[in-house]
């Protein structure tokens, strides 16, 4: 199972790489979590070239969507959530929302694909995740 990340979403659409991200999440395992669909929701609106884009994948079907028990701008709740999967979570990454796709990987046996490198692609991650045999890809290529 493979979890993607808000970023890297946008960061493949507005690079014009619909078709073949389409593809990659057709053939493999490929989930959002519903937290990452509603932030993709409400950030589309601001970015035109991904709106249409954005939709007529989600509509495609190829791309999953894993439904968890948290909603963007509910910290509290992305904070227990993040908690409830690895108590040391949110001493690497300090955006309780960030911390949610990595709870949801923790809890799900997921990879992720983030382009995230401030919060998420780094290595004190990792290397907490290395335990849960989870490993952290800014990029399709790299997986496989």
């Known amino acids: ?9 946008i960061y493949e659409l507005q690079e014009g790489e619909e078709k073949r991200f389409e593809e990659f999440c057709r053939r493999d395992d490929v989930f959002v979590t519903s937290f990452n669909i509603a ?7 601001n970015i035109p070239a991904i709106e249409k884009p954005l ?3 989600l509509k495609s079907g190829a ?21 409830d999967a690895d108590e040391k979570i949110l001493r690497i990454i300090h955006d309780p929302s960030d911390a949610v796709l990595i709870a949801a990987a923790i809890k799900n046996k997921a990879d992720v694909i983030t382009r995230d490198k401030h ?11 290395n335990q849960y045999k989870i490993a952290v890809y800014n990029d399709v290529s790299s997986i496989n």
């Open 55 to 57: 939709r007529r994948l």
């Open 63 to 83: 791309i999953k969507i894993l439904e968890i028990s948290v909603s963007p701008g509910e910290q509290e709740v992305e904070e227990k959530f993040a908690n």
């Open 39 to 45: 932030e993709l929701e409400h950030v589309s609106k």
């Open 1 to 9: 199972m493979i979890l993607l990340d808000t970023c890297f979403i």
């Open 119 to 129: 919060h998420i692609f780094k290595t004190a991650l990792e290397n907490e995740l």
